[in-house]
């Protein structure tokens, strides 16, 4: 099913058919430590040798952005424009790996509350987010998008905060970028990946007070 890409640096498995790409199919694959990319405008799994992670603790913030995001420059909220964060992220790059198929599958996971978003709000218009997902110990940040400076910076630094307050030992960024990297991301080998992605996807989330799975619950409805 699976064969080596550039002198074993990637491994990648066939690629998959629309309707083969489904919220049971997405849990499969991810479990599995492969991630989705796509070749060709058509989606596939693909594992390479090594994959960018984020620390949970000791991650870097440019004090810059630690001063926009305590100076509530933009106004951070969850899950509340996951579509058009989707759609922006899909848009910000000629060639991208998020398809129409992969859109549908992302949309399927949210209402799942598998998928989430992050938004970055300036004056009651989207600045910036991102979108991931989230099984058990695992997260994952999948892309980030920007309409104003900073927007996306404060968003995943507001994420990020936000992760150290939940049951999380894995944040998967699959590959470093200019702004990944800006946060201390580094990269792990496959066998590495594997073995924290094995002990995060036992880990059970972080019992919710009362009052914030109500509020969790009134947002998604």
């Not at 992969?102 to 600045?127: H, N, P, Q, T």
């Not at 940040?141 to 900073?150: G, I």
Request: charged share 25%; with cysteine; aromatic share 10%.
């Amino acid at each position: 099913m699976c064969r080596a890409l550039g002198g074993s640096e990637r491994a990648v498995c066939g690629i998959i058919s629309g309707r083969d790409l489904n919220p049971d199919e997405f849990l499969r694959g991810i479990t599995q430590g492969y991630y989705l990319c796509s070749l060709n405008d058509k989606p596939m799994w693909t594992s390479p040798r090594q994959r960018a992670v984020v620390p949970i603790e000791g991650y870097k913030v440019h004090k810059d952005v630690k001063r926009y995001h305590r100076q509530e420059r933009f106004q951070i909220t969850r899950n509340q424009a996951f579509e058009e964060v989707l759609q922006n992220c899909a848009d910000s790059r000629q060639s991208t790996w998020i398809t129409s198929d992969i859109m549908d599958l992302y949309r399927d996971l949210f209402e799942m509350r598998i998928a989430f978003s992050v938004e970055a709000w300036k004056d009651g218009e989207l600045a910036g987010g991102l979108f991931g997902y989230r099984i058990n110990g695992l997260i994952a940040t999948k892309s980030l998008f920007y309409r104003k400076p900073n927007a996306s910076k404060v968003a995943f630094y507001d994420h990020l905060l936000a992760i150290q307050q939940e049951n999380i030992s894995v944040h998967d960024v699959q590959m470093l970028t200019p702004l990944t990297t800006s946060f201390g991301a580094g990269l792990i080998n496959r066998e590495e990946y594997h073995s924290s992605l094995m002990k995060a996807l036992i880990q059970l989330p972080q019992p919710k007070p009362a009052e914030q799975v109500e509020s969790a619950v009134s947002c998604n409805v």
